[in-house]
């Protein structure tokens, strides 16, 4: 009996320095994911309008199995498509990554974003929104479209070559660009950190675009 009781000790010893590790490794882990996902924790001020236009670089994405996500982007057909055929003389991208929690936070104010675009004659056939999943899988795209309801397209880039075109390289990052009718592009904003106000953001992307507000009912 004593050798059993001592036994028993040993052995819960044992489990004790196993759960200890554990938690330890699973810490670290959680850490490390946060800073490769995103290393800015506080919003950034927006650079300031270039003396000399900058372009949006030319990127290829995979067309929109939806048809509804097809239609808002005005894109058709299958496999992929040029970020300038995108049919909007003003485009919003957010680079994120679904396991930023930092991108997280800023979901419902994304999405706040899109529905007071939407919700807006003069300005929802002016602006669309496109998500960019920098090291996402198609399934972890489309699983954080899942689980924060996200209503506008999101693109997975799991090699991070998209991102890298962009100079993005924190999450989320949100990047205002003009397309233009003749193919070519103007990048005028360019911003990392959290979105917590959706009307100032909105509002900020108004002026710089130059674009043209009409009715806003």
């Known amino acids: 009996m004593p050798h059993a009781h001592q036994d028993h000790k040993i052995r819960n010893i044992h489990r004790g320095i196993v759960l200890s590790i554990l938690i330890l490794l699973f810490s670290f882990g959680c850490v490390s994911s ?12 927006p650079s300031p309008p270039p003396e000399e236009k900058t372009t949006l670089p030319v990127f290829e994405f995979p067309v929109p199995q939806n048809a509804w ?13 040029k970020v300038t055929q995108i049919n909007s003389p003003v485009l919003i991208i957010e680079v994120f990554n679904m396991y930023c929690p930092h ?8 999405n706040d974003l899109f529905q007071t675009i939407q919700g807006r004659t003069d300005l929802k056939q002016k602006i669309k929104i496109i998500g960019i999943g920098i090291g996402n899988s198609p399934y972890e795209v489309d699983l954080f479209k ?3 309801g996200v209503p506008f397209p999101l693109v997975p880039d799991q090699d991070g070559s998209i991102s890298k075109m ?3 390289s924190s999450t989320p990052t949100f990047i205002g660009a003009k397309i233009n009718s003749d193919g070519t592009t103007e990048q005028f904003y360019f ?14 992307i108004l002026k710089l675009s130059g674009l043209k507000q009409e009715d806003k009912q």
Do not use: M
């Open 69 to 81: 996500e097809k239609n808002y982007l005005g894109v058709s057909g299958s496999g992929n498509c």
């Open 166 to 168: 962009l100079g993005a």
């Open 191 to 204: 911003t990392s950190g959290e979105l917590t106000d959706a009307a100032n953001f909105l509002s900020e």
């Open 34 to 45: 946060e800073t490769k996902s995103s290393s800015i924790t506080t919003p950034t001020k």
């Open 146 to 148: 899942k689980k924060y």
């Open 103 to 110: 991108c997280q936070r800023s979901a419902p104010f994304v």
